[in-house]
């Protein structure tokens, strides 16, 4: 369905060869195609048109074989007044008065401090749990009183 999509795209942009290159590559690779029909016909409709056209198709232009649609122009706004603070209304300011600044973005935070305190404060943890380990131990030994010195 890509490769039908593809070929409509070439044929709505009036060109023919690379429209037909992408129908028949489209009929190739799923021969049992729902819209073979239709895409053999229009195989031969791009084929009996004849080649590409001329020159290039410049933004804005419709392609060959497309109905002409009706377009109704669009009434552009008029340009507003110019701004001016009425008299008697000292909250509003002229457009003139307005200016806008750009601010820059605040610096990356820096995050090696907080990452030394916490490894610092697992070094610690790690050193009270140990000691805890070795002295509250129940099977330490006493050495008999033959060994002491």
Known sequence: MFLYNI???YRLSNRPPRAIEFYKKYLKLDPAAKKRKEVEQRI?????SGGPPL?????GTKPQGEPERAVEPVDSPAAPPPSVAPPGNPGVLPAAAITVTATAA?????LWPIWLGVGAGLVVVGVLTALAI????SS?????A???P
């Open 7 to 9: 070929a409509q795209a």
């Open 44 to 48: 031969a409709a791009l084929e009996a």
């Open 55 to 59: 020159e290039p198709i410049a933004p």
């Open 106 to 110: 605040p610096p990356p935070r820096k």
């Open 134 to 137: 070795v002295f509250t131990r």
């Open 140 to 144: 330490l030994t006493i050495l008999p």
């Open 146 to 148: 033959e060994m002491l």
